[in-house]
């Protein structure tokens, strides 16, 4: 084998990596969540502006819409905010990890 490295120097880059790597995923999972809690904040608060609504509404504009309709727009449109505003977390973090993994990529190769 080649002794021109000390043993050390391979064990630390790979403590270093695993290290690395559980601090990204952990930043990354707390990211997630608070993305996560500011989306069930937002789908309780539309089917809270829906119900108040709905409870406005004068018995003409009542009859135009069923009881089965404005169960609709409580539940599934505001799931709908719940399943698409986790992903605007990776909208937001992804360019910047992309920018970081080329430039790591043009150090470590250059202009290969």
């Known amino acids: ?6 043993e ?12 690395s790597n559980v601090c990204a995923v952990a930043l990354d ?16 608060a539309t089917i809270s502006a829906i119900y108040g609504k709905t409870l406005r509404l004068s018995n ?5 819409f069923t009881t089965g309709e404005i169960t609709n727009l409580m539940s599934v449109d505001a799931k709908r905010i719940l399943d698409t505003v986790p992903f605007t977390y990776f909208i937001a973090v992804a360019p910047s990890e992309i920018l970081i993994s080329l ?4 150090y470590n190769l250059g202009w290969s």
């Open 1 to 6: 084998g080649d002794e021109s490295e000390p």
């Open 60 to 64: 003409a504009a009542r009859q135009r």
């Open 29 to 44: 999972h707390h990211g997630i969540h608070n993305v996560y809690l500011a989306g069930n904040k937002m789908r309780t």
């Open 8 to 19: 050390w120097r391979g064990i630390l880059y790979a403590v270093t990596l695993f290290v």
């Open 103 to 106: 430039a790591l990529i043009y």
